[in-house]
Nanobody, 112 residues
Framework: QVQLVESGGGLVQPGGSLRLSCAAS????????MAWYRQAPGKQRERVAV???????AYADSVNGRFTISRDNTKNTVYLQMNSLKSEDTAVYYC??????WGQGTQVTVFS
């Protein structure tokens, strides 16, 4: 059974940082491209960052330079380091394995 379990969300003030983690099980993790998506209330889900099996990364323009995606294949875990957070980053953040499998999401709220 495939499981993706996110953690690390919470409340933070603008300009602050958070690191999200997503622990995967039930898949051959190192062979999967992993991504972080987010969905704000009333908006469509958007891809924030992706990291390929070989480590290549790509980011949405809205987070480029502020967010960093990384992976640790020894721990079957993908991370999203979020710096310089803005109120518009408020959303539920989801981890995905090749868009085939999804986590349950973790809430990130940026407030002043």
């Amino acid at each position: 059974q495939v499981q993706l379990v996110e953690s690390g969300g919470g409340l933070v003030q603008p300009g602050g940082s958070l690191r999200l983690s997503c622990a995967a099980s039930g898949i051959s993790f190192s062979n999967y491209a992993m991504a972080w998506y987010r969905q704000a209330p009333g908006k469509q889900r958007e891809r924030v960052a992706v990291i390929g099996s070989g480590g290549t990364t790509a980011y949405a323009d809205s987070v480029n330079g502020r967010f960093t995606i990384s992976r640790d294949n020894t721990k079957n875990t993908v991370y999203l380091q979020m710096n310089s957070l803005k109120s518009e980053d408020t959303a539920v953040y989801y981890c995905s394995a090749r868009a085939d499998y999804w986590g349950q999401g973790t809430q990130v709220t940026v407030f002043s």
